[in-house]
């Protein structure tokens, strides 16, 4: 080995280790590993930094491969702050989504949202609409381990649209292989239902995990990725064996324990070995079921992801029950709710500063790329022009606004073939509010709704007060389901405002519909978009309903 006057290796050695630990990347993970380690330490030492973050990049590759989660977000916090050193790049934004990955996997919830949405900013900061794509995927993916699959579902389909044909190999194993992951998450929460709406929704959702995963292969092979073959083997054995197709699910997860053992993919391997026992205990073999789930809960103590030690204590709860064991199957039990209960809070936690994380983030890159000519819409009065077309009372834009800016908008959206979403908010029951509390108060509640959605909305979409007590908000470049995001948290934030303050006894609440193009017409998305409205009245108001 050549080395430094000082016996350190010298730069053509840390090379040569990047190169054969490159090298590993689809082969042995541990030498890999070894080898991006050796390179790190050597590279810290003599203050190499380009070299110092390639190993770091590399050692956290191995790392989240191999599933040694608490090793690779040790090594993440001391390569993050050197890579935002260097501003916004492809390789943060990647170390930030495996990051986040790692601590949603772990139940950490808050700090996963954190750095999911440091990475969607810093893929927006540099424009590239594949890398936006893959952290919209990534938020999905956090949002499914905090119990929200379907949430994570819009974000996913989000950014499906935003690539739509352009998408690669790369993008379509990711996403086939999240919204497989998501289907089969819908079902667990389903699954235990008594309600048939539930159980056939719990169903489909198992032949879409299966399709998707399935998806995943043609993929996964083109780019020689055993990993995300691994996993698609084992995500379509999980979907199967649910579905009662026991012999192609043993295959699958056999074939997927091999490769995940073969690579050193320790979390699929863990995984699968779970999977294999509940198909044991199906086939009536509780006692090597047992067998199998206490010794990979042994094995992984510390170091699996928690929604598989719940599923281990669970399925091992099941398995001591059938052979008559009362102490074992009481522990497993007890274990399994004791965990279940503290990852229902975080992950309610979670949810309600998911809400509150997104609107910052969009805040800031609506006001990063807004054009000056947006701004009137948000009540901002460039002239004197500008004032005729401001209601006087909200400062939103008025009707004559609407016909001055609503046809480019339409126009673009026709042209681009992007998303354009259309909601139509009515105060429910303002008639009663203004005669209770007199029409001084009824103008307040509208001045105080018409701040909430500039604080809700981008400074690029068109705010209009439309009626007396009904607003108009488009949203260019919004698909329905991120557009009904948006009017879910406004709703609820108009429900829990303090309007005592205003006024003793005085509460306020939403009925909001949402109309998407096409048709790129104006009057039909109005139209659709005031039908969508008073259906959410005739369901009981203070509710966003879909054209």
Same mark, same amino acid.
């Given at each position: 080995?050549?080395?430094?006057?000082?016996?350190?290796?010298?730069?053509?050695?840390?090379?040569?280790?990047?190169?054969?630990?490159? #090298?590993?990347?689809?082969?042995?993970?541990?030498?890999?590993?070894?080898?991006?380690?050796? =390179?790190?330490?050597?590279?810290? $030492?003599? %203050?190499?930094?380009?070299?110092?973050?390639?190993? %770091?990049?590399?050692?956290?590759?191995?790392?989240?491969?191999?599933?040694?989660?608490?090793?690779?977000?040790?090594?993440?916090? $001391?390569?993050?702050?050197?890579?935002?050193?260097?501003?916004?790049?492809?390789?943060?934004?990647?170390?930030?989504?495996?990051?986040?990955?790692?601590?949603?996997?772990?139940?950490?919830?808050?700090?996963?949202?954190?750095?999911?949405?440091?990475?969607?900013?810093?893929?927006?900061?540099?424009?590239?609409?594949?890398?936006?794509? /893959?952290?919209?995927?990534?938020?999905?993916?956090?949002?499914?381990? &905090?119990?929200?699959?379907?949430?994570?579902?819009? &974000? &996913?389909?989000?950014?499906?649209?935003?690539?739509?044909?352009?998408?690669?190999?790369?993008?379509? &194993? /990711?996403?086939?292989?999240?919204?497989?992951?998501?289907?089969?998450?819908?079902?667990?929460?389903?699954?235990?239902?008594?309600?048939?709406?539930?159980?056939?929704?719990?169903? *489909? =959702?198992?032949?879409?995990?299966?399709?998707? =995963?399935?998806?995943?292969?043609?993929?996964?092979?083109?780019?020689?990725?055993?990993?995300?073959?691994?996993?698609?083997?084992?995500?379509?054995? @999980?979907?199967?064996?649910?579905?009662?197709?026991?012999?192609? #699910?043993?295959?699958?997860?056999?074939?997927?324990?091999?490769?995940?053992?073969?690579?050193?993919?320790?979390?699929?391997?863990?995984?699968?070995?779970?999977?294999?026992?509940? !198909?044991?205990?199906? /086939?009536?073999?509780?006692?090597?079921?047992?067998?199998?789930?206490?010794?990979?809960?042994?094995?992984?103590?510390?170091?699996?992801?928690?929604?598989?030690?719940?599923?281990?204590?669970?399925?091992?709860?099941?398995?001591?029950?059938?052979?008559?064991?009362?102490?074992?199957?009481?522990?497993?039990?007890?274990?399994?709710?004791? !965990? *279940?209960?503290?990852?229902?809070?975080?992950?309610?936690?979670?949810?309600?500063?998911?809400? +509150?994380?997104?609107?910052?983030? @969009? $805040?800031?890159?609506?006001?990063?790329?807004?054009?000056?000519?947006?701004?009137?819409?948000? %009540?901002?009065?460039? %002239?004197?022009?500008? #004032?005729?077309?401001?209601?006087?009372?909200?400062?939103?834009?008025?009707?004559?606004?609407?016909?001055?800016?609503?046809?480019?908008?339409?126009?673009?959206?026709?042209?681009?073939?992007?998303?354009?979403?259309?909601?139509?908010?009515?105060?429910?029951?303002?008639?009663?509010?203004?005669?209770?509390?007199?029409?001084?108060?009824?103008?307040?509640?509208?001045?105080?709704?018409?701040?909430?959605?500039?604080?809700?909305?981008?400074?690029?979409?068109?705010?209009?007060?439309?009626?007396?007590?009904?607003?108009?908000? +488009?949203?260019?470049?919004?698909?329905?389901?991120?557009?009904?995001?948006?009017?879910?948290?406004?709703?609820?934030?108009? *429900?829990?405002?303090?309007?005592?303050?205003?006024?003793?006894?005085?509460?306020?609440?939403?009925?909001?519909?949402?109309?998407?193009?096409?048709?790129?017409?104006?009057?039909?998305?109005?139209?659709?978009?005031?039908?969508?409205? $008073?259906? =959410?009245?005739?369901?009981?108001?203070?509710?966003?309903?879909?054209?």
């Amino acid at each position: 080995m050549q080395e430094t006057l000082q016996g350190q290796p010298d730069g053509e050695q840390i090379a040569a280790w990047l190169a054969q630990a490159v #090298a590993q990347r689809q082969g042995n993970l541990d030498l890999g590993l070894s080898l991006a380690s050796k =390179a790190w330490d050597a590279a810290r $030492q003599q %203050g190499f930094l380009a070299e110092q973050l390639e190993a %770091g990049s590399l050692r956290a590759f191995f790392q989240f491969r191999r599933g040694d989660a608490p090793a690779m977000l040790a090594g993440s916090q $001391q390569l993050l702050p050197l890579l935002r050193d260097q501003g916004s790049s492809a390789l943060l934004c990647e170390l930030l989504r495996w990051t986040a990955y790692a601590c949603a996997e772990r139940g950490d919830f808050e700090t996963a949202l954190a750095h999911v949405t440091e990475s969607l900013a810093r893929a927006h900061e540099l424009g590239d609409p594949r890398m936006v794509a /893959i952290a919209l995927n990534a938020t999905g993916a956090c949002l499914e381990r &905090m119990g929200d699959p379907w949430q994570g579902a819009r &974000m &996913m389909r989000e950014a499906a649209v935003l690539l739509g044909d352009a998408a690669s190999d790369f993008e379509l &194993m /990711i996403s086939h292989n999240n919204q497989a992951t998501i289907a089969l998450a819908t079902f667990n929460l389903l699954c235990h239902s008594e309600q048939a709406e539930h159980q056939r929704e719990g169903a *489909e =959702a198992l032949r879409c995990a299966a399709q998707h =995963a399935l998806a995943v292969r043609p993929h996964a092979q083109a780019l020689g990725d055993a990993f995300f073959t691994a996993l698609s083997d084992a995500n379509r054995g @999980e979907a199967l064996l649910q579905l009662g197709e026991i012999d192609a #699910a043993a295959g699958l997860l056999r074939a997927a324990l091999q490769l995940s053992q073969q690579h050193g993919f320790a979390a699929v391997v863990w995984r699968t070995r779970c999977l294999l026992a509940e !198909l044991s205990l199906l /086939i009536g073999r509780p006692l090597e079921a047992l067998a199998e789930l206490e010794a990979v809960l042994l094995e992984t103590a510390g170091q699996a992801q928690t929604l598989l030690v719940l599923r281990l204590h669970f399925a091992a709860y099941r398995a001591a029950k059938l052979l008559g064991d009362s102490a074992t199957a009481l522990q497993h039990l007890e274990r399994f709710q004791t !965990l *279940e209960r503290h990852r229902g809070v975080t992950q309610l936690m979670a949810q309600a500063r998911f809400f +509150v994380s997104r609107l910052e983030l @969009e $805040q800031g890159l609506g006001a990063a790329g807004a054009a000056a000519s947006a701004q009137p819409a948000a %009540g901002l009065v460039a %002239g004197d022009s500008d #004032a005729a077309q401001l209601d006087p009372l909200t400062g939103l834009g008025n009707r004559r606004c609407f016909e001055s800016r609503m046809p480019a908008l339409v126009r673009a959206a026709a042209q681009n073939a992007t998303a354009l979403t259309l909601a139509l908010i009515d105060l429910d029951r303002f008639k009663l509010i203004n005669e209770e509390f007199g029409e001084a108060v009824g103008d307040q509640v509208l001045q105080v709704l018409a701040q909430m959605l500039r604080d809700n909305t981008r400074s690029s979409d068109l705010l209009l007060r439309w009626g007396g007590e009904e607003i108009l908000v +488009v949203l260019p470049d919004t698909v329905p389901d991120r557009a009904f995001e948006v009017c879910e948290r406004l709703r609820q934030s108009v *429900e829990h405002y303090p309007w005592s303050q205003l006024a003793a006894g005085l509460d306020v609440t939403l009925s909001i519909g949402l109309a998407n193009a096409p048709p790129y017409a104006s009057d039909l998305l109005v139209a659709r978009a005031e039908s969508a409205m $008073q259906r =959410a009245k005739h369901l009981g108001r203070n509710r966003v309903a879909l054209a």
